[in-house]
Structure formats: structure tokens, C-alpha cells
């Protein structure tokens, strides 16, 4: 018996469908559907079971399905992005010798775990995914969990492992053969790399944990930014298991890895820097170089533009060199979703092309398979898909996991209390009639072969039955040798473990020069002088890994007033060339972020959305910068990816030995160089600092005078040093400024700072909590200046947090001193016209005081926070003083840096998790 259900439907076709498609199309998959399920549901035969020859227009190919047992408790939950080492229970791996219904299934994964049983000496279910082949079509490699272990915590569980199963031997081996090293992390999503190592997702995070260790802290697995579960990243081992190396640095996870043809990996990743962005398509090369973002940051929208909870997972290659992605909402609660095909070769965004190709328009994204499928719809009319592979035989062809749409029927009226409703395929009008609900899904595997316009079943839908992942086991082309950019003649950098960041100018934003009089006269310092730049130094930051409560219970009020950047520390500084243009070492492999900041140490640029990172001897260059904070047309262009953003604007210098014009003339350019590429060629690639350190080198002492140096110190402090003394002299990789309030910034509020005359008698005290404080100097109550209290003593409000903190970082009310006591200041209350509100009582008649008058209504005096954890520059209440106002010169400039790169960073209590209060 041989089954070929003809439809109309396309491959790779396009659009934005919706429910209106059954209002305008014809009914021909809903027909398809409505044989399907005859076939499936109402007796026919089980073709399963049949013996038959092979078709006579499929050339048979293996293939491997992960099966699910739906009658299992538990085996309904649906994977989650945001936690991929979730058990479900249930799986098998199922391989077919030929891709046809009556290929003889064989479950290659029946017999591990077979000493875990329960109590009737029935085998406990098992969990697989991340299924994938090896490019000879010899070996299968996929994630495996051993059974739930009822006896033991959440922490001491199984945890997901690499498997691999040799296809002609019919071995099946954990390629971590270690039990220890194999439960030291969730390793998932394993695919094969050319040269055969194994590239694979895993909470070990062995970089980060060696960093750790540096840091003096000790080894633990941090927590992705939400702080649910173990951040999950990418890593590459050895065939053997041996030699694992963590080659991503993000602080969320990194998942589905993909090889693509030009040896380049292609993953889905979570960018979670200051919230949740959504998950993104990145690429980089296997040694851990050249990590960028490939597609999607602003394509996370429904049909009609508006934000959705759509992200692509599950990433595929096609023969024709697409992208195939699942688009994946973060929670599900159902199996399957829909598929599409990407041009990522010309595009970046779904409408936006990259720079080279701006004549296009889009979209980007084309439907992998069935036109008709609507996610964005309550019901889809097109079904859905759980599993998709396309053949590499020239075909064109895809194997499936598809569920049709079905309805359940409403009862008849007269229908008794045990009649249960019957399933049905949708229809126009059915899905038009609300008495019609969803049913739930049923899947099959199928062929679909756009030459022919056939779809043939190979495994036909069963209850209690899905298939979630299906693979070809076939040979496809190996992928070429990755590119690097990783400069191996860089010995010394590779052996510092340092990396170089080029930025050609900090005004090239997406093309466009947003320096206040152009870069060409920007880069002159005879045009514009130094201190009119606005931007001046580069700030490099770094995130702090979370530890989990088994590590560390630390209380929420360590992250401060807000949680939204988590921690943070500062890696150090460098100037910013005359013409916007930086060049400086930076560690490698190390999760950092970079700020723009002023004269004063103040960031005037958005925050860094993304994480960047470099490998050891590598140099990464990029033309500008990106505000990615609106929805502007600039922010929606293309940028983070180097092949795709518009050329930099920064042409450079204009000729070659000679200076850049009106220059020091020991500054000889080459052609075409920026500013600090001609620094450095000559002075070497300077090391970050930990200070705001800058020298006037650009300007000619022959024509003009050089601008002033630039130089705040944290040696210049007179409190405690929010760095080592061993940093503070001279920088090293491995250096960075870790401030915590209560440690660092609570101590300038009580530092002496009387001024005394030559017979040391006070003519003035300029201390912060002589006069910001409830008591005065005999002790007596008074009104905080300002109504500001920096005392360091714990808040009334909230005891976590001390009162300055509070203070400074929270809205409050104005006090005043009444009998002896401070309390809120109370105001009479007016309505529009300018006349008294009165209280009322609940049947709105007046209260009357004991003289028999109205009582007016009075509220509370609002006084708004000085400090923002957006940044120094949206806190002018607790700078303006300091700046041009009554405290000038109160604190150094060392001090005001050291307050302003902390607020920088998001003003957080602490900054280390391992100094903060535990619960």
C-alpha cells in the first residue's frame, strides 16, 4: 500500500499568513488534512507494520527520530530556551534503515540505564535531544539524561551528557567516559567540527570558573541573568571527551550551535546584558574569534510589527546555504511551532539588508514549508511543526514532524454525560465557529517533496505518541577550514592573555558622524581644542558572575536599588584619539562591555547591550558605535557584524609619512590610519589603566600649547581603594576596580574633611555627615541638610540598605522638627481651581474637627532621589554642587570619578557577591 497525498502548498514560501488565509485561499490543505486524518484516526491499516518495497521516486536515506512517549506523567512539559538542562521523560532513539512507513523502527538507546527501574521492575524514562549527524553520515551525537533519581535533591540529579552512536558497529558510548567529569555540567546541543573535536553547549564554564580563581573567589558555575538556572555556553572537547575549552563568554546561555559551510559557527543567543533582548543568531570561529552577532536583534516581531515573544533556536543549514531556524516563544505550552529559511548572506534584520545590498527591502524570512501555518493565530490553520531537516541530496526535499489542526467537536445536545467529543480537521467554518476548541496536537513524520507536490507519511501519527527531532543519516559537504583573526606572531599578547579592540571612531554611528564639528576637524587640535571633545576616554567593564544559593544565599539588597545590571566591575581606561578613535589591549576571554565617557568620568554614551569578548592575540575592529536604548532609523541599522555595516566614515589619514594636519609631527601617519592606529604603530598598543590618565601627545608644541594633563587616581584616594595596591601601580589582565558602597563610597560621606587655621582650630567642616545628618554636633535632632542623610547607619526603611544609600537612591519625604521629633512635612491640599479639599466621610459629608470645622486634606512633601542607577550623568542633584554650585571642591575629582563610574555601572550596593551580606 503506497500513500502520496497531493497538495498545492510550496517550498520556502513567503509571507505573514493569518487566520484570513482560509478566507481568501482554497481549501486544499484543509482537504490534505482531512485525509490525513482519516487515514490516522478511523481504522485504516497500520502501514507501519506492512511490508513493501521502496518507493519507486524516494531514494531511501536512514533516518534517526527522537520519539517521545506521551503516557508517561511528566512527558507533556515542553523545553524552555531559558532552561535547557529541563528533563523531560519519555524519549528513545529511534533509527530507520530506509525513509518509508515500513522501515522496521530499531530503539538504539533501549538498553542504557537499564539498572534504573522502579519498584515493579519497569525501566524509568529517559530524556534525549540535540540530535545531530556526523558529515559521513557514519555516527549519530545527541544529549542523553539518565533517569530521574526520586531519592536524591535537585542538585545531586543526573545531568545531561554527550552521546555518540557509530551507525556500522552499533556502538553507543558517553564521549565523557569519566562518571565525575561527566556530571560536572549539562552539556547539550553537540554537533561535530570539521577536524572531528565536538562542539557543544555546558553550565562548566571552564574559562570563567579559571577567571574565578584569578579573582580570588571560588570556582562555581554562575548563574545566567535572570538568575534561574546555570548560564549555558559554548565548549569544544576532544572526539575523546578530553580537552574541553570554553570558547563563549556570554553571562546567559549560548545554545544549538551550528557548523556552516565556511567552517564559521553559527548559535542562538540570549542577550540578557541589563534585561532580557531576546535570543539572537551569533557566529564566530571555533577558536573563540571574531564573535558577532549574524541576524535578528530587532526581527523579534509578530506580522504586524509589534513586539512578540518570538526567537530562532534549533538552527539548520540548507543546501542552498539558508539559515533554518525554529521561531521559539521562551515558554511553550505545546509541541512544535513553525519554521523559517533566512538570508543572513544579505541581510541582518528581517527588512534590513546589510549595508551593501541597501536596495533590498526584505523579508529576510521565508516559510520553510507550509505557508498556511500561523502562529501568531489561537489556532493554526496549517498545523504545526516540532521538527523539520532538509536533505542534502539535491532533492529538495524535508523531512518533518507535523501535526495537522484539529478540532474537537462540541457534543450534541442530547449527548450523555460519558460521551467524550470527537476529533475533527479543521475547516473554514469550523475554525470560524467557537463551539469548536483546539484539540491536542498528534504527530507524524513525513517527507515533503516540492518537485512532486507529494507529502509522504513515513511514520503515521499515533496517540500517546510525537517525534521531536528528526535527522537524515546522510553525507553532506564538511565545512572548510575556519578563518581566524587571531594574530599568532603575537606571542607576548597571547602569552598576557590579551586581546586588541580597534574602534575607528566613537562618532560613527551607523554611518553617520555625530561629532559636534565633523572628524576631519575633530582630529585637528588646532580646530578644536581638547577639552571641547566630548568624548574622552573609553571605559571597559566587565560582568560579575552570579553564584547559585548552594554557593552563596545572598540577599536581593546586595544587587541595591535596582537588579537590572547585576554587578559589575571596571577593567580600567584609555584615551580617546582626537578623531574618536581608540586602540588598546584588553583581557581575552572575558565577558566585557564598553562606555564613553566624559573629562569628569561620566558616561555619555548608552549602555553596551551585547557582551563582547576577544580571544588571545586577536584584534577586532569595528567602525562605530550603535544606540540601541529607541527604535530610531538609526538604531535599526545594521551594526555588530563587520560584513554588514556601512564603511567607516573615518577615512583616515589623508597621506602616508607625513602627520595628520596641524599634528605633532613625531606622529607620522600612514595612509588610511586612524589616529590611534598611528599612536600605536609607534608607541606600541597601550595597556588599559585603571586611572583617567590623559597627555595632550597630539598637539604640535610648535604651533600651540599643549591642554593640560588629565589624572585621577585612585592612589589619590584617602579612603579605601576599590583596587589592589598591586593594581593601582601597574595593570595587569587580571586587574579590575570592584566598588561596593558600604565599602567605598560610604567612607567619602565620613571622611574628615574639616579645614583647620595654623592654630588648629575648625573654621569650617566640610564633612558630608557633619551637616547630612539627623543629629548635630552636640548630638541634638536637626533636619538633614537638604533633607539628605549620609549617615552610614542602617535605613529605617529598609535595615539592608544604609541610610545614605536609601537616601540617595530612593524618592522620600521632607522632614520636618516638630516637638522635638522629625516627621513628615505636611501640606494643605487645593483642587484645580485653587480651593481647599476637606476630608469627607464614606457617605462624602464633611468631618469636622472638635471646634466643629472642616478638616482640608494634607499631603506629604515629595523629595526626589539625587542618585539615578541609569548613570552620573542623570544624577545632576548630587553633582551640581560639586560641579558650580555651594560644595566646589568638597571632593577630587579622583573621588567624584571613583562616584560616577560606580553609578556608571548601575549604582548597585555591592559589586561583589562574595563581600555582600548572605541570608
Known amino acids: 500500500m503506497q500513500i502520496y497525498l497531493q497538495n498545492e502548498q510550496s517550498n520556502m514560501m513567503t509571507g505573514n499568513p493569518n487566520t484570513d488565509y482560509l478566507l481568501t485561499k482554497p481549501l486544499k490543505t484543509v482537504l490534505l488534512c482531512s485525509c490525513i486524518f482519516v487515514i490516522a484516526a478511523c481504522g485504516g491499516e497500520d502501514i507501519s507494520n506492512q511490508e513493501q518495497k521502496p518507493d519507486p521516486v524516494v531514494v531511501d536515506v536512514p533516518i534517526a527520530v527522537v520519539k517521545r512517549d506521551l503516557s508517561i506523567e511528566g512527558a507533556d512539559v515542553q523545553r524552555s530556551i531559558t532552561a535547557p538542562a529541563l528533563f523531560i521523560p519519555g524519549a528513545s532513539l529511534i533509527l530507520k534503515a530506509r525513509a518509508n512507513a515500513t522501515a522496521i523502527e530499531v530503539d538504539i538507546t533501549a538498553n542504557v540505564f537499564e539498572d534504573r527501574v522502579d519498584e515493579e521492575g519497569n525501566r524509568l524514562p529517559i530524556d534525549i535531544k540535540d540530535l545531530e549527524t556526523s558529515y559521513d553520515g557514519s555516527r549519530l551525537i545527541f544529549s542523553m539524561r539518565a533517569p530521574e533519581d526520586e531519592n536524591a535533591d535537585d542538585d545531586e540529579q543526573p545531568t545531561w551528557n554527550i552521546w555518540e552512536y557509530v551507525i556500522e558497529s552499533k556502538e553507543l558510548r558517553r564521549v565523557i567516559s569519566s562518571d565525575i567529569a561527566a556530571q560536572t555540567g549539562e552539556d547539550t546541543g553537540p554537533v561535530y567540527l570539521a577536524d572531528g573535536r565536538i562542539l557543544f553547549s555546558s553550565t562548566r564554564q571552564r574559562g570563567n570558573q579559571a577567571r574565578l580563581l584569578d579573582e580570588g573567589k571560588p570556582q562555581y558555575a ?30 546567559s546561555h549560548d545554545l544549538d550551535p551550528l557548523v556552516m559551510p565556511n567552517g564559521k559557527i553559527i548559535f542562538s543567543r540570549w ?15 571555533p577558536d573563540g574569534s571574531d564573535l558577532e552577532i549574524l541576524y535578528g536583534r530587532h526581527s523579534h516581531v509578530d506580522s504586524n510589527g509589534n513586539n512578540a515573544d518570538i526567537h530562532f533556536t534549533q538552527t539548520r543549514v540548507t543546501p542552498d546555504g539558508r539559515i533554518l531556524v525554529a ?3 521562551f515558554e511553550k505550552d505545546e509541541l512544535g511551532t513553525d519554521f523559517v529559511t533566512i538570508d543572513v548572506v544579505n541581510y541582518i534584520d528581517n527588512f534590513t539588508p546589510i549595508a551593501a545590498a541597501d536596495s533590498l527591502t526584505g523579508p529576510a524570512q521565508e516559510k520553510a514549508l507550509f505557508e498556511n501555518i500561523d502562529i501568531e493565530a489561537d489556532i493554526s490553520p496549517g498545523g504545526y511543526i516540532a521538527a523539520l531537516y532538509p536533505l542534502f541530496d539535491g532533492s529538495g526535499r524535508q523531512l518533518f514532524s507535523w501535526s495537522q489542526c484539529r478540532l474537537l467537536a462540541p457534543l450534541a445536545v442530547d449527548a450523555g454525560t460519558d460521551e467524550v467529543r470527537s476529533v475533527v480537521p479543521c475547516s473554514l467554518e469550523t475554525l470560524l465557529d467557537p463551539t469548536y476548541e483546539k484539540a491536542p496536537p498528534l504527530y507524524g513524520l513525513w517527507m515533503f517533496d516540492p518537485s512532486q507536490g507529494t507529502q509522504l507519511p513515513l511514520v503515521v501519527p499515533q496517540e500517546d505518541a510525537s517525534y521531536s527531532e528528526v535527522v537524515a543519516v546522510e553525507s553532506r559537504p564538511f565545512p572548510a577550514d575556519p578563518s581566524s583573526t587571531i594574530d599568532t606572531s603575537e606571542t607576548a599578547l597571547i602569552d598576557a592573555n590579551m586581546g586588541i579592540i580597534h574602534i575607528r571612531s566613537v562618532y560613527d554611528f551607523a554611518g553617520e558622524d555625530f561629532s559636534p564639528q565633523g572628524i576631519v576637524n575633530m582630529a585637528n587640535p588646532t580646530v578644536v581644542a581638547p577639552d571641547q571633545r566630548p568624548a574622552r576616554f573609553l571605559r571597559i567593564i566587565k560582568s560579575v558572575s552570579i553564584p547559585d544559593e548552594n554557593t552563596l544565599d545572598i540577599e536581593n539588597s546586595a544587587f541595591g536599588r535596582s537588579r537590572n545590571q547585576l554587578m559589575r566591575e571596571v577593567l580600567g581606561y584609555t584615551p580617546i584619539q582626537p578623531d574618536g578613535s581608540v586602540k588598546v589591549a584588553v583581557p581575552a576571554k572575558v565577558p566585557f562591555g564598553i562606555s564613553i565617557v566624559d573629562a569628569q568620568g561620566k558616561r555619555i554614551s548608552a549602555r553596551h547591550q551585547n557582551w563582547l569578548q576577544v580571544a588571545p592575540g586577536e584584534t577586532k575592529t569595528c567602525s562605530g ?11 535599526l541599522r545594521p551594526h555588530g557584524r563587520s560584513d554588514a555595516e556601512t564603511p567607516s566614515i573615518n577615512n583616515g589619514a589623508p597621506s602616508t609619512g607625513v602627520p595628520f594636519p596641524d599634528t605633532n609631527p613625531s606622529l607620522f601617519a600612514d595612509l588610511g590610519e586612524t589616529m590611534a592606529e598611528t599612536f600605536t604603530r609607534i608607541n606600541g598598543v597601550p595597556d588599559l589603566t585603571p586611572d583617567i590618565l590623559f597627555a595632550d601627545v597630539w598637539a604640535d608644541p610648535a604651533v600651540q600649547t599643549p591642554a593640560d594633563n588629565i589624572e585621577y587616581r585612585y592612589a589619590d584616594l584617602l579612603t579605601p581603594l576599590p583596587i589592589t595596591q598591586s593594581c593601582a601601580q601597574t595593570w595587569t589582565s587580571i586587574c579590575r576596580a570592584v566598588i561596593n558602597f558600604p565599602d567605598h563610597i560610604q567612607p567619602l560621606f565620613e571622611l574628615d574633611r574639616a579645614i583647620v587655621d595654623t592654630d588648629g582650630l575648625v573654621v569650617a567642616d566640610n564633612t558630608c555627615v557633619a551637616c547630612h545628618n539627623r543629629f548635630d554636633a552636640d548630638n541634638q535632632l536637626q533636619v538633614p541638610a537638604v533633607q539628605l542623610e549620609l549617615t552610614g547607619n542602617p535605613s529605617p526603611a529598609n535595615a539592608e540598605l544604609l541610610t545614605s544609600y536609601r537616601e540617595l537612591m530612593f524618592n522620600d519625604v521632607e522632614l520636618e522638627l516638630i516637638d522635638g521629633a522629625l516627621l513628615p512635612r505636611l501640606i494643605p491640599v487645593f483642587d484645580n481651581s485653587g480651593d481647599p479639599v476637606f476630608e469627607l466621610d464614606e457617605d462624602g459629608e464633611l468631618i469636622l474637627d472638635e471646634e466643629g470645622n472642616p478638616i482640608q486634606v494634607t499631603q506629604q512633601v515629595g523629595v526626589g532621589s539625587a542618585m539615578n542607577v541609569s548613570g552620573a550623568s542623570n544624577s545632576a542633584g548630587f553633582f551640581a554642587p560639586f560641579e558650580s554650585g555651594s560644595h566646589q571642591g568638597w571632593l577630587s575629582p579622583a573621588e567624584l570619578k571613583m562616584i560616577s563610574e560606580w553609578l556608571d555601572v548601575g549604582g548597585q550596593n555591592y559589586n561583589n557577591p562574595f563581600d555582600a551580606p548572605t541570608n
Do not use: P, W
Open 327 to 329: 521561531l521559539t516563544a
Open 222 to 251: 554562575g548563574l545566567e541573568e535572570s538568575r534561574d538556572v546555570h548560564a549555558s555556553v559554548l565548549h569544544i572537547m576532544d572526539a575523546n571527551g578530553e580537552n574541553l575549552e570554553q570558547i563563549s563568554y556570554n553571562q
Open 625 to 635: 558605535c550603535h544606540d540601541g536604548s529607541n527604535n530610531s532609523d538609526i538604531t
Open 271 to 285: 542577550d540578557q546584558f541589563g534585561g532580557s533582548k531576546g535570543v539572537h543568531l551569533y557566529q564566530m570561529n
